[in-house]
Nanobody, 126 residues
C-alpha cells in the first residue's frame, strides 16, 4: 500500500491550495482518510478526515470554515481544499488511512492510522 500526497507549495497569506492523496494497493472505501500536519519543532496534529462510508467530514477547529475535505471515488483520491491560508498553516501535510472503520471519536488520533503518505510541504508567506 502506498499513499501519495501532492499539491503543496508556496502561497501568500489569504491564498489557496488543493492537496491530493492518492492510494495504490488500497481503495478508499473502508477506513477513514485523514490529513495531518507537522510544523517545524511541533508535534503532528490532526487537520481533517473523511469517513469513507458516510462521507462525513471532520475538521480541527483551527481549519473549520477554511478547509474542505472531499473524495473522488472514481479516482481513488481524497482532496483537501485549503482557502484563506495563514502563515500558521505552514507545515508538512500528510495523508493517512487504515483498512477498517473506526468510531468517529478516534478519527483525529494519528495512532489509529496504518498507512501514511510521504508528506507535501505547504508554506504560507505573510
Amino acid at each position: 500500500v502506498q499513499l501519495q500526497a501532492s499539491g503543496g507549495g508556496l502561497v501568500q497569506a489569504g491564498g489557496s491550495l488543493r492537496l491530493s492523496c492518492t492510494a495504490s494497493g488500497l481503495t478508499f472505501s473502508s477506513g477513514p482518510v485523514a490529513w495531518f500536519r507537522q510544523a517545524p519543532g511541533k508535534e503532528r496534529e490532526f487537520v481533517s478526515a473523511i469517513d469513507t462510508w458516510t462521507n462525513r467530514p471532520s475538521y480541527a477547529d483551527s481549519v473549520k470554515g477554511r478547509f474542505t475535505i472531499s473524495r473522488d471515488k472514481a479516482k481513488n483520491t481524497v482532496y483537501l481544499e485549503m482557502n484563506s491560508l495563514k502563515p500558521e498553516d505552514t507545515a508538512v501535510y500528510y495523508c493517512a488511512t487504515r483498512n477498517r472503520r473506526i468510531v468517529t471519536s478516534s478519527i483525529d488520533q494519528a495512532g489509529v492510522y496504518e498507512y501514511w503518505g510521504q508528506g507535501t510541504q505547504v508554506t504560507v508567506s505573510s
